[in-house]
């Protein structure tokens, strides 16, 4: 096949496929054994999608004409998807340190947050920060998971509580969209808490009444795009029937629900997420048998945070029983000044130890899973003909590493490549070439 392409991938040792048939998600059956590729290659077109997946000696002879912006030999390494972080709150200002060594001293997260701490102090910095700090601190952090290996990140606001700083946060992810090399899931989480001075019925009324319209009006002008809609429903803060009123609101504006349920105690979050046809519900420590089901038939994804439970000592949500239950499994790290993990090869490892995923699942989990818990398994997740050339190239002979290597994924990732463009290559590897 003559002509110019983007990028040329010969000679893995193993291309992990994760998927082949176009799956929009894999069930517990499915993530058992991940599709592979050995002595594999790919092509990535001038578009930034995958043009062709297979054996070495056959891509070699099918693009024997063809010329190729940068050719990057894998012998001896594995090609996977990008990997997919399902839940972050990446926007903020002034780090909460002193409150991990409260937690330590035994303080419980509500205690830390009616004592002031916890949200409310993040939220006092976020609206005293500049847009433009807002900005160059995300980036940073992005830039952070972009080298763990993200290359599709769900981000939310919610550390504003008031209409004017939670578009402040949302102009940074568009501006973060429009300029960096990373897909980007934009979530508006006005409701992640009850504001101060506000009882959760104002607050509500305020999110429907003010918030929602003008989302919906920076959408029709094409000044921001918003993809989800968010609420912390939780005991002290939006309680069953707020968010049922948001999320509804927000779903009538087009906005995918995609929030917090059942972290601290049973709320039947699920059973709500289930009703509503909710993408995905996050946290779910205290979820209730009924609700594993609920989602299970409706198809809403479970994003799974083992560094929230990890980090604040929580029961860890029941990742086995959701699975056997023919639950969606994804994960995301939960990334926030709470819980301060940039690295989704961490967060699987901590999803196989902690909460006795398979690594085979957490692979599914942080690819094809993760993508549809953002409604986007039609084009990430997984190595296919037609879908985006987000890769990563790690400099080992069996795929596993990346969950092994317990924190060793700064050495093991040679290539993080988004849309077939080199966007990290790691300094043994030599110096960046130009585009």
């Given at each position: 096949?003559?002509?110019?392409?983007?990028?040329?991938?010969?000679?893995?040792?193993?291309?992990?496929?994760?998927?082949?048939?176009?799956?929009?998600?894999?069930?517990?059956?499915?993530?058992?054994?991940?599709?592979?590729?050995?002595?594999?290659?790919?092509?990535?077109?001038?578009?930034?999608?995958?043009?062709?997946?297979?054996?070495?000696?056959?891509?070699?002879?099918?693009?024997?004409?063809?010329?190729?912006?940068?050719?990057?030999?894998?012998?001896?390494?594995?090609?996977?998807?990008?990997?997919?972080?399902?839940?972050?709150?990446?926007?903020?200002?002034?780090?909460?340190?002193?409150?991990?060594?409260?937690?330590?001293?035994?303080?419980?997260?509500?205690?830390?947050?009616?004592?002031?701490?916890?949200?409310?102090f993040t939220v006092e910095h976020t609206r005293k920060a500049t847009e433009e700090e807002l900005f160059n601190t995300f980036k940073h952090r992005l830039e952070r998971m972009r080298r763990a290996g993200s290359t599709l990140v769900e981000c939310k606001s919610g550390y504003g509580l008031n209409l004017e700083t939670e578009l402040k946060m949302l102009r940074v992810i568009e501006r973060?969209?429009?300029?960096?090399?990373?897909?980007?899931?934009?979530?508006?989480?006005?409701?992640?808490?009850?504001?101060?001075?506000?009882?959760?019925?104002?607050?509500?009324?305020?999110?429907?009444?003010?918030?929602?319209?003008?989302?919906?009006?920076?959408?029709?002008?094409?000044?921001?795009?918003?993809?989800?809609?968010?609420?912390?429903?939780?005991?002290?803060?939006?309680?069953?029937?707020?968010?049922?009123?948001?999320?509804?609101?927000?779903?009538?504006?087009?906005?995918?629900?995609?929030?917090?349920?059942?972290?601290?105690?049973?709320?039947?979050?699920?059973?709500?997420?289930?009703?509503?046809?909710?993408?995905?519900?996050?946290?779910?420590?205290?979820?209730?048998?009924?609700?594993?089901?609920?989602?299970?038939?409706?198809?809403?994804?479970?994003?799974?945070?083992?560094?929230?439970?990890?980090?604040?000592?929580?029961?860890?949500?029941?990742?086995?029983?959701?699975?056997?239950?023919?639950?969606?499994?994804?994960?995301?790290?939960?990334?926030?000044?709470?819980?301060?993990?940039?690295?989704?090869?961490?967060?699987?490892?901590?999803?196989?130890?902690?909460?006795?995923?398979?690594?085979?699942?957490?692979?599914?989990?942080?690819?094809?899973?993760?993508?549809?818990?953002?409604?986007?398994?039609?084009?990430?997740?997984?190595?296919?003909?037609?879908?985006?050339?987000?890769?990563?190239?790690?400099?080992?002979?069996?795929?596993?590493?990346?969950?092994?290597?317990?924190?060793?994924?700064?050495?093991?990732?040679?290539?993080?490549?988004?849309?077939?463009?080199?966007?990290?290559?790691?300094?043994?590897?030599?110096?960046?070439?130009?585009?």
């Open positions: 096949m003559a002509g110019r392409h983007r990028l040329l991938l010969e000679n893995a040792q193993q291309l992990v496929l994760v998927c082949g048939r176009g799956e929009e998600y894999l069930l517990r059956e499915g993530a058992a054994s991940p599709a592979v590729l050995r002595d594999a290659s790919l092509v990535v077109g001038l578009d930034g999608c995958i043009k062709a997946v297979g054996q070495a000696d056959v891509i070699r002879s099918q693009f024997s004409g063809a010329t190729f912006e940068r050719i990057i030999d894998c012998s001896g390494k594995c090609v996977l998807p990008g990997l997919v972080d399902a839940h972050t709150h990446p926007v903020w200002a002034g780090d909460r340190v002193h409150e991990f060594a409260m937690k330590l001293a035994g303080a419980s997260y509500m205690e830390i947050h009616q004592a002031g701490g916890g949200i409310h973060a969209k429009q300029s960096m090399d990373i897909g980007i899931s934009s979530t508006y989480c006005g409701a992640h808490s009850v504001p101060k001075g506000k009882t959760a019925t104002e607050a509500t009324d305020d999110i429907i009444n003010n918030h929602l319209p003008k989302l919906k009006e920076l959408k029709l002008s094409g000044e921001i795009h918003v993809n989800n809609i968010d609420v912390f429903c939780e005991r002290g803060v939006f309680d069953l029937d707020s968010t049922r009123r948001i999320l509804q609101a927000g779903k009538e504006i087009g906005l995918q629900i995609n929030f917090h349920g059942d972290e601290l105690h049973p709320m039947k979050s699920a059973e709500l997420g289930a009703e509503l046809g909710a993408q995905a519900i996050s946290h779910l420590e205290e979820v209730s048998d009924e609700g594993i089901m609920a989602m299970a038939r409706a198809k809403c994804a479970a994003v799974l945070l083992p560094t929230t439970a990890y980090m604040l000592r929580l029961k860890q949500p029941q990742a086995r029983k959701m699975l056997e239950e023919g639950v969606i499994v994804a994960l995301g790290s939960d990334f926030n000044p709470n819980a301060y993990c940039f690295s989704m090869p961490m967060v699987m490892h901590l999803a196989c130890v902690n909460m006795k995923m398979s690594m085979n699942e957490a692979l599914a989990a942080a690819t094809i899973n993760a993508a549809y818990a953002l409604g986007k398994s039609d084009t990430h997740g997984s190595i296919e003909t037609g879908k985006q050339g987000d890769l990563l190239i790690i400099n080992s002979s069996r795929w596993e590493h990346l969950i092994y290597q317990f924190g060793g994924h700064e050495a093991l990732i040679d290539y993080v490549i988004v849309k077939g463009k080199v966007i990290y290559q790691n300094e043994r590897c030599g110096t960046m070439s130009s585009y």
